[in-house]
Each structure stands twice: as C-alpha cells, then as structure tokens.
C-alpha cells in the first residue's frame, strides 16, 4: 500500500494543483491532499474552507474513485506524513525557479522523515504560470482567472470579494 502525502497551502486550489493530483493519482493507491493550516498566515480561505473547496471540485471531477482524500494539518508535513505512514511527499515543479526552494524542502523534509521520499511531479505547460498568489492578486485587481481555476472556485472567490 502506498500513500503520497500532498501538502500545499490551497489558497485557492487551482487547476495547476488539480492537475498534480491527477499526475499522483497513478503513482500512488492513496493520496492526501494536505491542507496547512497556518493561523499566522492570513489566507483568503480558512483552513476547513480550502479543504471543501477541494473536496467540492475532486467530487465534480470524479477524481481518486475513494483513494483520494483531502484533510488539513498543523505543524511539520513531515510529522503528518509519518503519522499517515506515507511513503512519499508530492509536489508540484512548475518551471526552475521552483527547483531550488523545493529541494530545500525536500532535504529538510528527508532529515526530520528519513524514510520518506519527495516526488516531484511536473505541472502541464499550460499551468507552469499559475500560483495562488498570483491568481489571488490578478483577481482582487479585476482580472479575469477563468481557466485557471475551476469556475466553483472562481464563485467562491467573487462571493469573498463582494462580501
Ligand atoms: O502551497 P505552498 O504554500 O507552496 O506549500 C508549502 C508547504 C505547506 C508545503 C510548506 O510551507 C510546509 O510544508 N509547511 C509546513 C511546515 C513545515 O513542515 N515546514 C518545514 C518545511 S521543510
């Protein structure tokens, strides 16, 4: 049985994220999409808010077929993944930029779980662009985020603006 964890902020989920949990889907029988939850961040959506979000859009989209699942945590990712036996921690790479954070990561994460590999998983050239907060800052200016976000999250982001 192997379960890859994918921890990520979420903020909002985007068809970039979607689109690596599909990429996970076949490489793994389980995946958690791990929800930080940073109270010390100001995020958009709340914790619980991100996680039905992408619940909301992975039943729509009728991913994992029962072996996805989407929780939030606390604390390091690296104890949430020994804590959900995980054999791997996904995440996404959209172009070089990323690389070098992420491999930072990926060390620091090996040293506190060394039995836990980091999977990189490459997003569609089509999303190699799309980050939350880019989207977030296009949104609040007025520009249009269609395509690149499914249009539940796009609702959901204009019902927070216009309230
Ligand atoms: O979607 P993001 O914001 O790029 O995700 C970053 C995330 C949540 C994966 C990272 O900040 C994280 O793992 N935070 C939890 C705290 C932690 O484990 N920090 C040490 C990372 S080596």
Request: net charge neutral.
């Amino acid at each position: 049985m192997k379960r890859a964890v994918f921890p990520g902020s979420f903020d909002p989920v985007t068809n970039g994220h979607l689109d690596i949990i599909k990429r996970s889907l076949p490489l793994f029988d389980e995946v958690i999409v791990a929800v930080l939850n940073n109270p010390e961040k100001q995020h958009m959506f709340s914790a619980d808010e991100r996680c039905e979000i992408i619940r909301e859009i992975a039943a729509d989209q009728g991913l994992g077929d029962g072996r996805l699942s989407i929780e939030s945590f606390s604390g390091l990712t690296a104890d949430f993944a020994i804590k959900k036996s995980a054999a791997a921690i996904v995440r996404g790479i959209r172009a070089v930029q990323d690389y070098e954070y992420e491999l930072r990561m990926a060390l620091m994460n090996r040293r506190l779980a060394p039995g836990i590999e980091t999977v990189f998983v490459m997003a569609a050239e089509e999303y190699s662009f799309v980050s939350s907060s880019l989207l977030k800052q296009v949104f609040s200016l007025g520009g249009d985020v269609s395509g690149l976000v499914p249009d539940k999250v796009k609702a959901r982001m204009l019902a927070k603006l216009s309230r």
